[in-house]
């Protein structure tokens, strides 16, 4: 079981200090791991940052990535999950010509359909927001591209978890 | 009288004093009770030259020729005295030139700062002359780094910078600062670092694993220790010898291990992996527990993992969580420092002598000792051994000069033979393998314990490293007893050519030049030896010196060192031939 490879978040509580993304950037390009997606946000802790990066990889060897990252000094705690541990949602957007919209009727069926939102529209183009799992947005995109798509942007993935985090209870016992 | 120390400074804390950052920088390392630093002066860094001037009387700045060496030296100098090693130099080539020490106490644990200039904070990114982004190229090899661009910053970040580079498990740490912050004034106190907040330097100790390891430990019938630097680090040797001492346990050491014990203590059976000893390599394949102590499983030590002690319960004392389970499986991890979990678990553990398991021990020293110990330290037929010199350091400092060594052949010949008294005694670059290391840590171990023989013991190659550190020995006159084995190879890639690259000696063999003579232009005595009667008189008249000492001994030019476990083979398959 551990053996096998599968999606990870790793989710990492750290102090907001530049470099640290290079730090720990550099732990997973050292062992070769391809970084599916990352992105960084402040957490519900104020003055903490909270990293969540998406991995394909084992078990065992996503806990001695956790280990390596909990090492640096800067950071607070780290952790990872299966897809089936957490919530989690990425968000596309799309850039498309507004002629479309009157040329190719398909596309308000599919903009319905999709539960994507307009986020914008003017006389050249208009710009669809659809957030949720990957696949939806990936096949939002599949749909959209026979007709032709101006700029596509796909955010990393976020998520909280099921189980409670216990971040600030732990940033209590390191300071006593 | 340590807590009257840290209250004095609390009280003088309060007291802001109006100074430059460059003062500063130079009255934080003072109040960090520093008194020997290592550099090279540059442009970035000359506003704290300009006040290491001034406090000379305070803080003595060792010039080495070259940064490199000032890394190496910082490291002999915090290796032999469990203190942190500071080194400074300039920005650009200055700071660059720092890496490779940085590196190698990286992976050595040893703790050191490391202060660089860097150019003025507005001409950062432009490209300036000896810009370099210090930072980012030292991300990998540093427990933690940063860069100042304030004065007012610099306090909290060298506090923080000792802090870290000490506490847990100790390392390199790297503080960049811009030339605009070592001059712009402020007002300036200084309050040292005991907590940041994100670092939890030692793990809590499980009094269950502890239990647990007791346990294993009571009831094996085949018990094995295998201790590492850890031991040293955090101070453990007296714990350490009545725990083994109290179970009667075997106990072999990494090469970073060396010397927390004595050689002759009665249960030390030598040094594990690669051209380690016969015995403990052997019979890691047979315990039926295995209690590794502040080690880290390096890949010299185990050998192909899918052989390693596949046997055994492993047991793992451990300061870094991320050691545990990282290459051995572990069954008990007890976590923690050293020296607390060891005081922890003395009082579980029974007595026990495990006489039958400990002749085995001493039945594989027999036959290493009859099939390659002997002809390496008691040779006969022509040619000196690298063993029979190390037999001579040893008749004549009596266990008790610290060995610093190179890498390289006689860096393992060196492990093996040299007989240590006192802990802190093995100085060597053991993760990083790094040639030139030997001369200039060799040099800030003499200065940092100036009452302690310190004999450098280098190859002909990774002497010419950093041969320039004479200069330093000169002008410090530093007395290091400086050994070269030369062999007019670089001898182990030689080894490993002979036999695994069928005698293809591509570029191993060096055309040396005469080193007697080199050390003379650096009006250092020196002396060759070529024959076997005149070693004894020539090892005798160089520790009786009381100044520095170059000797180089010509030894067997294909010379091996055995035993020896191939790259990729088990422990148990270690070669005697």
Redesign the interface.
Request: hydrophobic share 25%.
């Given at each position: 079981m551990s053996t096998e490879k599968q999606l990870y978040t790793v989710s990492i509580y750290?102090?907001n200090?530049?470099?640290l993304l290079?730090?720990i950037s550099?732990i997973f390009q050292?062992r070769h791991i391809n970084i599916e997606s990352l992105n960084i946000s402040p957490s519900e802790i104020e003055g903490v940052s909270k990293f969540i990066i998406v991995v394909d990889m084992t078990e065992d060897n996503v806990?001695?990535i956790i280990?390596?990252i909990?090492?640096q000094?800067?950071?607070?705690k780290a952790y990872y999950h299966n897809l089936d541990e957490i919530i989690y949602q990425i968000s596309g957007l799309f850039k498309i010509k507004s002629e479309l919209l009157f040329e190719e009727p398909q596309i308000q069926n599919i903009i319905k359909e999709s539960h994507a939102r307009i986020v914008t529209v003017n006389k050249d183009f208009f710009v669809l927001e659809k957030s949720g799992k990957k696949e939806e947005v990936v096949a939002l995109y599949n749909q959209l591209s026979v007709f032709g798509i101006m700029q596509y942007t796909r955010s990393g993935l976020i998520s909280v978890t099921k189980e409670e985090m216990k971040i600030s209870s732990l940033?209590e016992t390191?300071?006593n | 009288m340590e807590t009257q120390t840290i209250k004095n400074e609390q009280n003088t804390a309060k007291v802001t004093e109006r100074i430059s950052g460059s003062e500063a920088i130079v009255r934080c390392l003072i109040a960090e009770e520093t008194k020997i630093i290592y550099g090279y002066p540059g442009g970035a860094i000359m506003p704290v030259y300009d006040e290491l001037f001034k406090y000379q009387d305070k803080i003595h700045h060792v010039l080495t020729r070259h940064e490199q060496g000032a890394t190496h030296s910082a490291q002999g100098f915090a290796r032999i005295s469990g203190k942190v090693g500071v080194c400074i130099a300039t920005s650009g080539p200055g700071a660059t030139n720092l890496i490779t020490g940085i590196a190698d106490a990286q992976i050595d644990s040893t703790p050191m700062v490391c202060i660089t200039g860097q150019v003025f904070s507005h001409l950062l990114g432009s490209d300036a002359f000896q810009e370099t982004d210090i930072v980012g190229i030292s991300t990998p090899v540093t427990k933690w780094n940063c860069q100042v661009t304030k004065a007012s910053d610099i306090p909290t970040a060298i506090a923080k910078a000792f802090y870290i580079a000490k506490s847990g498990r100790p390392g390199p740490v790297l503080i960049d600062i811009t030339k605009d912050a070592q001059l712009e004034e402020f007002d300036f106190s200084y309050e040292k670092c005991t907590r940041v907040r994100s670092y939890n330097p030692v793990p809590k100790t499980d009094a269950s694993s502890l239990e647990a390891a007791a346990k294993l430990i009571n009831e094996a019938k085949k018990p094995l220790i295998v201790w590492g630097q850890g031991v040293i680090l955090s101070e453990a040797e007296e714990v350490f010898k009545a725990v083994i001492e109290k179970a009667g346990i075997p106990s072999a050491w990494t090469i970073l291990g060396a010397s927390a014990i004595p050689t002759s203590h009665p249960l030390n059976v030598g040094m594990v992996g690669m051209h380690g000893n016969y015995a403990p390599n052997k019979l890691t394949n047979e315990c039926d527990v295995l209690i590794a102590i502040g080690m880290r499983f390096d890949d010299r030590v185990t050998g192909t993992l899918a052989t390693y002690a596949k046997q055994a319960k492993v047991i793992h004392f451990e300061i870094d969580p991320a050691e545990i389970d990282k290459n051995v499986k572990t069954d008990v991890a007890v976590l923690g420092d050293a020296k607390a979990s060891l005081e922890l678990l003395l009082p579980l553990l029974k007595g026990n002598t495990h006489p039958e398991w400990r002749k085995e021990f001493a039945d594989l020293y027999a036959i290493e000792y009859e099939k390659v110990i002997k002809d390496d330290i008691h040779p006969t037929k022509e040619g000196l051994t690298m063993g029979e010199v190390l037999h001579q350091i040893n008749v004549q400092s009596k266990g008790n000069a610290a060995i610093v060594s190179d890498v390289g052949q006689h860096q393992m010949i060196a492990c093996r033979y040299a007989e240590f008294n006192k802990t802190k005694s093995n100085i060597t670059s053991g993760g990083l393998g790094t040639m030139g290391f030997g001369l200039p840590a060799a040099i800030g171990a003499k200065m940092a314990a100036p009452d302690r023989e310190v004999v450098s013991i280098s190859g002909d190659g990774g002497y010419q490293m950093t041969i320039q550190e004479l200069g330093t020995i000169f002008q410090q006159k530093a007395a290091v007893k400086v050994v070269v084995l030369n062999n007019d190879f670089l001898g182990m890639v030689r080894q490993w050519q002979q036999l695994f690259f069928d005698k293809r000696y591509a570029s191993t063999e060096m055309m040396n030049p005469n080193f007697v003579a080199i050390a003379e232009g650096y009006y250092i005595k020196a002396k060759k030896v070529t024959k076997r009667e005149e070693l004894a008189d020539a090892v005798a008249e160089m520790m009786a010196s009381k100044e520095a000492y170059f000797l180089e001994v010509c030894v067997e030019k294909e010379g091996n060192v055995f035993p020896m476990i191939p790259t990729g083979a088990s422990v148990s398959d270690i070669r005697l031939e």
């Open positions: 750290t102090e200090n530049i470099g290079n730090r550099a050292r806990k001695k280990g390596q909990e090492k000094v800067e950071v607070i940033l390191y300071n | -």
